[in-house]
């Protein structure tokens, strides 16, 4: 069986509206709209599985909306508030796939996958010292609902079935009842003089899902662990030099969400034989040189120290160090 039904087709279209308005010198308001529209034709090979139905078509529309308020109280200070919702209809990848995500499991085919919706509320914070030094900090809490994640399923009443000849559990991506995600980012931006520059984020985030029998919460797979980056730039004329560390914090196999716990292919095992996420960091030095009006000339050395690591979730290790040259023309 092909990982995707062949021959589907998938259409989405939106219409968007949105205005903004000054209060007064310290405070502007804004709102938008969006409607969004997505339609879905999927025809499935029942050729290695008897699925109970052979196609599906979704058509699913949603009016979504935010609402926001910046309010800036003083020299180089602004403060903002957002109200948004968001709408989510599944693709292909979601709704039709067939694929052996771990030993001795199979995830199949459910046509009967309907949309998420989230629901956010999110507060900034960010001040400017003397045009030389640029803070800022975002916390935001999303609620999902009807959230789509991977849960128990049956094939015709059956909860395993065979799959590359081997028994297999039957999962599929389902609708949940809800699930929360809570984070912050963080951000520096400092002129530092003589051509020297610095950049720091930092982004953290924590999300949770009801389990299986929706009766308690359990870690949500697509809340990554805390992970950022720092840098120092150097910039004279025509040519620019950045030196970058990027960072991951990891997941111990408590943490993994529960869908991640069974997938060994693609984790570190702890002194347990349990699958874990391992901290990494990289360091990575950049340049570019700007030739003329229409040519620029980059290149660079990523992953000096030459880690081996993975991202976080990803069944394929991140390359080595690796040499980058690049030419580029713009006319």
């Known amino acids: 069986n092909p990982r995707y039904p062949d021959g589907s087709t998938w259409s989405t279209m939106s219409a968007y509206a949105g205005v903004m308005h000054d209060l007064n010198e310290r405070t502007t308001l804004s709102a938008g709209a969006r409607f969004n529209r997505s339609a879905l034709e999927a025809a499935f090979d029942t050729t290695l599985f008897p699925y109970p139905a052979t196609s599906t078509s979704l058509d699913n529309s949603a009016l979504t909306g935010n609402l926001g308020v910046t309010w800036r109280p003083g020299e180089g200070w602004k403060l903002g508030l957002d109200l948004s ?42 001040k400017v010292f003397h045009d030389r030094l640029r803070l800022r900090g975002n916390a935001y809490y999303t609620l999902l609902d009807n959230a789509m994640v991977r849960r128990p399923f049956t094939v015709n009443g059956q909860d395993s079935i065979p799959y590359d000849g081997e028994l297999s559990r039957v999962d599929a991506i389902q609708n949940a009842a809800q699930a929360t995600v809570v984070g912050f980012v963080l951000a520096l931006d400092a002129d ?3 051509g020297f520059g610095a950049t720091a984020r930092y982004n953290w985030q924590d999300g949770v899902e009801q389990d299986d029998d929706n009766l308690g919460d359990v870690p949500l797979r697509h809340a990554p662990p805390p992970f950022g980056q720092v840098g120092l730039t150097w910039q004279r004329k025509a040519l620019r030099l950045e030196l970058l560390t990027r960072f991951s914090s990891g997941f111990a196999f408590e943490d993994l969400a529960p869908s991640e716990q069974g997938k060994t292919p693609i984790y570190a ?43 976080y979730s990803s069944g394929i290790t991140a390359p080595g160090r ?9 006319f």
């Open 85 to 126: 919702t968001g709408f989510r209809a599944p693709n292909i990848d979601d709704i039709g796939k067939v694929f052996d995500s771990e030993p001795g499991a199979v995830i199949v085919p459910n046509p009967d996958l309907a949309p998420e919706y989230a629901f956010t509320m999110e507060g900034s914070i960010e």
């Open 192 to 194: 530092l003089g003589s």
């Open 269 to 311: 095992l702890d002194d347990d034989g349990n699958p874990y996420a391992p901290s990494w960091y990289t360091l990575d030095l950049r340049g570019s040189y700007r030739i003329g009006r229409h040519l620029q000339l980059s290149g660079g050395v990523e992953n000096i120290t030459d880690q081996r690591y993975r991202p």
């Open 322 to 330: 690796n040499f980058i040259l690049a030419l580029r023309a713009r």
